[in-house]
């Protein structure tokens, strides 16, 4: 017998997580009922077959959706009539049925699905309050496709042929964040060779230690490859036709020309957005509301943070009161328990406020977010170090002889020598190879090594739950000889898994860009672990991926790492600063003339000449970014040529009639019957 094939499953939840059928109202099972009613109908409605089935747990159902063959056709059409409305070539993108990739079907399939009726979809999304008990809509892993993935992505060196077999399997969100990682990787041989050399001469003398020349030639590298990755994804838009905005039509529907309504694929109003609501209101709200919190929220971060630091870095090196043996843990406890927390409340309120700017489609609402979140995270990341290199190191004694006087930690004045005994020159560069090196290995075990872990607990906790409390039964699974009760097993295992983020991993990559740019001068070595530990992402990515998470959706056609592109530039221009005043104040230290920070007896002097670097800096970047693209710029996209394939047919309109899978499978439901026995336990 021939196992079902669903092009996607809905996680229905009836009971929200940590509650029991005892504290829940019957009214809200006698919702969940009509919902679930609604959930099918609309869905057999569309055309597609649907069918439920009981979860691991009592109150967690799940809905199978597939769209018949006989239809595909008809959906593919009303696809190309959207791009023929919006103007965009209908090349390759958009294919036809027997052409149809497993990735173009399921985001075919999803969009259909989720898409508002004005973007010819059935309007089923979760973030509306009449479909609140849908908890996710996911595809399922193919197991054959990830094995053979796994082996050849290991065993043979990342090619492009194996990238765009990715884009065919899960879309051109995950392909393009492999080949951004696998031409970023490559780029990286060249600051990995710099900082070895660096490296090597800086042991034998330290005049070699924050050398201007590396730091030139690292922002030189930065640059380069910032530039060429943005002109290879407008030479990638102008061939897939994509290149601008592409908005479809208003009142599209009210035409009576048009054989089907079109299917909005390219930009998909969200199921939130208000109509009506102008621009100006838009970004007014983005202004003045968005803009003063995100910066809001940095400054509390930056307080919080800059008073650990001061507890770690200063307090702790002259406390001798009680429990002065167990102070110096008391920073990394509260770096621990308020930091993580305060950034997770921060970002569930900038969710909100992203919520109310009212984007129109996923893209605008995406991006925003993404760079909210970025700055938060950019300030956890970066901070501390610029705190060592531009606070601690240049006026660490002041501080020390400060704080030791203020708090009474220090009795009778000490002597300026025996202050700076108490500092540590070499923190920054612990700092850093703790980041490259021990960070990136804890971040790669958090990955891979974690998941498996809390498998073996789950699994443990599991069989004790067996013996002392009587688990939900699937008929199903009394035939454990029979392969779809095997295959429904799986299926649960799986829709345990967390989804995938992508940008997680962009984030960590960009986090760590971050770093080399701004501070690999303070330890030449980064460039070199970064380059080790991106050979080994590439593939612990992919088995996280294939393995710990569910299969993501493909959601767009657009080959673009999109708002981590503005994070790239700034932190190149960030690193053209730093690095500026990075070899003004250090350069030289330790050797025979000394840096220009030992010959300053005035803190405003010093910091006057260090702003005045940066500022320098800043503008020798800007004219270094005009060259480089404008060569990249020449070198790659003049000779590209888009042919206007915009008058081409969209082909011809297969509907077919309505289809209804003959499988015994798809007429079995039991999705009901686990809410009634959950509204009889209530």
């Known amino acids: 017998m ?31 009922t009509a919902q679930y009613n609604r959930l099918l ?27 018949p063959e006989t239809l595909l056709g008809a959906l593919v059409y009303a696809e190309r009539h959207a791009f023929k409305l919006a103007r965009i070539p209908l090349n390759a993108k958009s294919p036809a049925p027997s052409d149809l990739t497993a990735a173009d079907r399921i985001r075919l399939v999803y969009t259909y699905i989720t898409a508002v009726p004005q973007d010819g979809g059935l309007g089923i999304a979760k973030e509306l309050p009449e479909w609140d008990c849908i908890e996710s809509i996911t595809a399922l892993q193919s197991q054959h496709y990830n094995s053979l ?28 964040y492999f080949s951004f990682l696998s031409w970023y990787t490559t780029f990286l041989h060249f600051p990995a ?37 943005s002109v290879q994804e ?26 089907i309504t079109p299917l909005n694929t390219t930009q998909p109003r969200l199921a939130t957005y208000h109509e009506g609501d102008q621009w100006y209101h838009r970004e007014g709200r983005v202004l003045l ?6 910066l809001a929220f940095i400054v509390m971060l930056g307080g919080l943070l800059t008073s650990i630091f001061l507890l770690e870095a200063f307090v702790a090196q002259i406390y001798s009161g009680p429990g002065a043996q167990v102070f110096p843990l008391v920073p990394t406890i509260l770096f621990s328990l308020l930091v993580p927390n305060f950034v997770k409340l921060s970002t569930k309120f900038l969710e909100g406020m992203t919520q109310r700017e009212n984007h129109r489609t996923r893209k605008g609402w995406d991006r925003s977010m993404a760079l909210k979140v970025w700055a ?16 601690y190191i240049p006026f660490g004694d002041s501080i020390l002889d400060h704080l030791g006087s203020r708090l009474g930690l220090i009795q009778e004045a000490a002597a300026s020598s025996d202050l700076k005994a108490k500092l540590n020159p070499e923190r920054l560069q612990n700092q850093m190879f703790a980041i490259t090196v021990t960070q990136q290995i804890v971040n790669t075990f958090m990955e891979i090594g974690l998941p498996w872990v809390m498998k073996g607990v789950d699994i443990a906790r599991g069989k004790v739950a067996k013996r002392t409390d009587k688990k939900l039964s699937h008929e199903d699974e009394k035939k454990s000889e029979g392969p779809e009760a095997k295959w429904l097993v799986e299926v649960r295992e799986e829709l345990k898994k967390p989804a995938y983020d992508v940008g997680t991993d962009y984030s960590e990559m960009v986090t760590q860009y971050g770093h080399l740019l701004l501070f690999s001068a303070v330890w030449p070595l980064a460039p070199v672990m970064a380059l080790v530990n991106n050979i080994v992402e590439l593939r612990s990515d992919a088995y996280k991926l ?41 350069w030289g230290a330790g050797t025979a003339t000394g840096s220009h920070l030992s010959r300053y007896t005035s803190h405003k002097s010093v910091l006057r000449s260090a702003l005045l670097s940066a500022a320098l800096a800043s503008h020798g970047y800007f004219v270094l970014r005009y060259i480089i693209r404008r060569i990249i710029w020449r070198a790659v996209l003049i000779s590209s040529e888009l042919g206007d394939n915009i008058g081409e047919d969209v082909g011809e309109c297969w509907t077919g009639e309505k289809s209804v899978s003959d499988s015994e499978f798809w007429h079995r439901d039991e999705g009901l019957d686990d809410i009634a026995r959950l509204k009889k336990d209530a």
């Not at 229905?12 to 940590?18: D, K, T, Y």
């Not at 407008?234 to 054989?259: C, S």
């Open 2 to 32: 021939a196992l079902p094939e669903p092009d996607l499953v809905i996680l229905f939840r009836v009971l929200p997580a940590g509650t029991t059928p005892s504290t829940i109202k019957k009214q809200k099972i006698d919702n969940a």
């Open 376 to 391: 938060l995270n950019a300030t956890v990341a970066y901070l501390g170090l610029c705190l060592s290199a531009f606070v």
């Open 234 to 259: 407008k030479k990638q838009e102008i061939q897939d036709g994509f290149a601008g905005d592409h908005p479809m039509p208003k009142n599209v529907l009210d035409r009576r020309d048009l054989p």
């Open 41 to 67: 109908q609309t869905l057999k409605t569309g055309r597609l077959n649907a069918v439920g089935r009981r979860g691991e747990e009592l109150g967690i159902s799940w809905s199978l959706s597939r769209l």
């Open 289 to 294: 509301v968005g803009a003063p919190s995100v």
């Open 193 to 229: 060779l710099l900082g070895g050399i660096f490296f090597i001469l800086s042991r034998s003398d330290r005049y070699w230690l924050y050398h201007p020349l590396y730091s030139t030639l690292i922002v030189v590298w930065g640059t380069v490859w910032v530039q060429w990755w």
């Open 149 to 176: 993935w796994l082996q050849e992505w290991t065993t043979h060196r990342v090619s492009l042929t194996q990238v765009t077999s990715l884009s065919k399997h899960f879309g051109a969100q995950v392909a393009t």
């Open 546 to 586: 294939s393995t710990h998470h569910r299969r993501p959706i493909p959601t767009t056609l657009r080959q673009t790492i999109g708002p981590w592109l503005t994070s790239l530039e700034v932190l190149t221009w960030l690193g053209s600063c730093v690095n500026g005043a990075l070899c003004y104040l250090f």
